[in-house]
């Protein structure tokens, strides 16, 4: 984090000692520790024209956003906060809020397999809110897995996922896994209209998630995080860390693509294990695309373009341009790794590497973290100040966002069809656009989803939806 330090002058009169001291206004006024999830942002004005206060608005809506996303869950239906209990714990089924939303393979299933069976065409709601609340079930490849016991159920199976379409390997030597989820509007708005399949695209042709109403519905919103293991040698209590299962595929040592046939378990890889394991695992980057508006004095902003917020470990990796912090571990930065070398070339696509040792997968990738462009920097730091302060003694407190990126010119049309002018017009995060920081926009790449077949629409920025069949 940078750090900012400010020296108040009077008038040629230096404060004595006890006078009151400047008030400096809040960047978040209204900032406080809850599990409810914002369903707009509040703005302090309208826009365009953009100024740092706005930045201040979307980043708070931002941290608002994590902290209910990561409440403690409820067993008492899925995306529902456990309000019994503080921030900073899990719930008692082991999970935050967010890990209970579904993921894309519980929606796109296979042969585009109606994901609710027991709720043909035409059954109402509670039907379908029936099977979102239902658990999932232990793949049938992990039900002998030694540890599952106390485990959380996810299927952590995800590895190419750092733009683009590579692998990331931490310090210790260990691919970064996975994870995408989807919350209850979306799922609501995909099962029940048949978008979880090619046909049903094709009859339905082009649609719209549902955005966030102030006082309503919180709108579609979608998670992808990323998660490094473990070892004896970190501190667990700084992560929100759990035990989690993970389904691995075999990849080929010398290329890295999956090879079912030649290629070995890169995760799962202990004696006797493969497909499956339980491994110790900490979140390491944290991404929020939530489809919202903006409740600004005198009028509401729809913004069909959605909200990006992604959030980081403070340990992931220094930030080019700022002093590399030798009190910190870095899990994808070694300060001793010498320029000359080929595997210490910073941010360098692992698949192009030449002439590496393998299996290639397990070399440590270098990584630092390219910076925010200013004005927008300086917000995040304000605001990161603020929230962490409000966390602190969680492990929540190790983590800062990054930036929000947000439509500032979003127009009228829903779905939109254009990219809205956004601001930043750069986001990226280490951990998941690691190899195109410079050139990373969640909206600029996220417009061109489009659902699975022909004739091809627009699939609201979501790419879910070119995974159906």
């Known amino acids: 984090m940078k750090i900012h330090v400010?020296?108040?002058?009077?008038?040629?009169?230096?404060?004595?000692?006890?006078?009151?001291?400047?008030a400096v206004a809040s960047p978040c006024p209204d900032a406080r520790v809850s599990p409810d999830l914002p369903s707009a942002v509040t703005l302090s004005k309208t826009f365009p024209?953009?100024?740092?206060a706005l930045q201040n608005d979307f980043d708070c809506f931002s941290w608002e956003s994590f902290v209910a996303l990561n409440w403690p869950a409820s067993t008492s239906g899925n995306g529902v906060p456990d309000r019994s209990k503080p921030f900073g714990r899990l719930g008692d089924n082991g999970l935050v809020v967010w890990e209970t939303y579904k993921q894309p393979v519980d929606v796109f299933r296979p042969l585009g397999e109606n994901p609710c069976p027991a709720c043909p065409a035409g059954s109402p709601d509670s039907c379908y809110q029936q099977c979102w609340n239902e658990r999932p079930s232990i793949p049938e490849a992990c039900l002998a897995t030694e540890g599952i016991e106390g485990a959380r159920i996810t299927v952590l199976d995800g590895f190419a996922q750092?733009?683009?379409n590579a692998w990331l390997t931490d310090q210790n030597r260990n691919l970064v896994r996975y994870?995408?989820?989807?919350?209850?509007?979306e799922f609501m708005t995909i099962v029940p209209s048949g978008l979880y399949s090619r046909q049903g695209q094709r009859t339905h042709g082009a649609f719209r998630l549902p955005n966030g109403v102030t006082g309503g519905s919180v709108g579609a919103l979608e998670t992808k995080s990323a998660w490094r293991i473990l070892t004896d040698a970190d501190d667990r209590s700084r992560y929100l860390s759990q035990k989690t299962l993970i389904v691995d595929h075999k990849l080929s040592p010398t290329l890295g693509?999956?090879?079912?046939?030649?290629?070995v378990f890169p995760t799962c890889n202990k004696a006797g294990e493969g497909p499956c394991c339980v491994r110790d695992m900490g979140l390491v980057g944290f991404h929020i695309a939530h489809k919202s508006m903006g409740e600004a004095p005198g009028s509401n902003i729809l913004m069909p373009q959605w909200v990006w917020s992604t959030f980081e470990h403070v340990d992931n990796a220094p930030i080019e341009g700022e002093p590399v912090d030798a009190a910190v571990k870095y899990s994808f930065y070694n300060p001793r790794c010498p320029e000359e070398d080929p595997l210490c070339r910073v941010n360098f696509n692992p698949r192009n590497q030449v002439g590496a040792p393998v299996p290639i997968f397990e070399n440590p990738v270098q990584v630092i973290r390219n910076p925010v462009e200013p004005p927008f920097a300086t917000s995040a730091d304000e605001v990161n100040a603020l929230w962490r302060r409000l966390v602190v003694d969680t492990p929540f407190q190790n983590y800062e966002l990054v930036s929000t990126q947000w439509p500032s010119d979003p127009g009228t049309a829903d779905p939109a069809t254009t990219d809205g002018d956004p601001d930043p017009a750069i986001l990226a995060n280490s951990t998941m656009e690691t190899y195109m920081q410079p050139q990373s926009s969640c909206i600029g790449c996220h417009k061109l989803a489009v659902t699975a077949v022909e004739p091809y629409h627009p699939a609201d920025f979501s790419f879910l939806f070119g995974d159906a069949e």
């Open 257 to 263: 693509w999956p090879d079912p046939v030649g290629g």
């Open 49 to 52: 024209p953009y100024d740092i």
């Open 6 to 22: 400010v020296i108040l002058f009077s008038l040629g009169i230096l404060l004595a000692a006890g006078a009151r001291s400047a």
């Open 179 to 185: 994870d995408i989820r989807l919350n209850e509007a």
């Open 162 to 164: 750092a733009s683009p």
